[in-house]
């Protein structure tokens, strides 16, 4: 009897210890609006003011203009990554808590796309094919740059164009 009673008392306090660890583990997961870590960047559960500036992002394929989609880095309703964007105006947000430099291969793993200097989605450089891979800051070329390290930077315009380019790049006015 003596034994029975130390048997279920450590099959109840095992049972416990079970079920605790899967409730820990249960609320440390994705499941109840926990994000990851992306490239340093956290996901939290609201803008940051600390350091707020913008940067305007085009892109082109075979001439035609790819839409930047709204809610990049926004993951409702309690995650916001420190770089996203609101609207489909290319508009990067940088709204962080610190002061840091992020780059242009941040924000493209946040949006969870592919961007090298011989890919962009899933479009690979051909020279023999002219399906070019090409980026310009303010209008000027990029050249001899690791593409995802161009840091984001207030009122830049950057664009990525690969294949055919556009007849022009189109220069971004910022209004604020």
């Not at 990851?36 to 394929?61: R, T």
């Not at 203009?65 to 420190?82: F, N, Q, R």
């Not at 592919?114 to 020279?127: A, E, G, P, T, Y």
């Amino acid at each position: 009897m003596k034994y029975s009673r130390i048997i279920a008392l450590f099959t109840l306090g095992s049972f416990l210890l079970i079920s605790v660890s899967g409730v820990s583990r249960m609320f440390n997961s994705n499941a109840f609006g926990q994000h990851p870590i992306i490239d340093g960047i956290k996901c939290d559960s609201a803008e940051h003011f600390n350091f707020h500036y913008h940067a305007h992002l085009d892109i082109f394929v075979n001439g035609f203009s790819y839409l930047v989609p709204a809610g990049i880095g926004i993951k409702p309703p309690d995650c916001i990554y420190w770089l996203h964007t609101h609207d489909i105006s290319g508009i990067i947000h940088v709204e962080s808590p610190d002061n840091r430099t992020f780059t242009l291969g941040q924000f493209f793993d946040i949006w969870g796309k592919k961007f090298n200097n011989s890919q962009i989605f899933d479009f690979m450089i051909d020279q023999s094919a002219n399906k070019i891979l090409a980026v310009y800051i303010n209008g000027t070329e990029a050249a001899n740059m690791q593409y995802r390290n161009i840091p984001i930077v207030n009122h830049e315009d950057i664009t990525i164009i690969y294949g055919t380019a556009p007849p022009e790049i189109p220069p971004y006015e910022f209004l604020y």
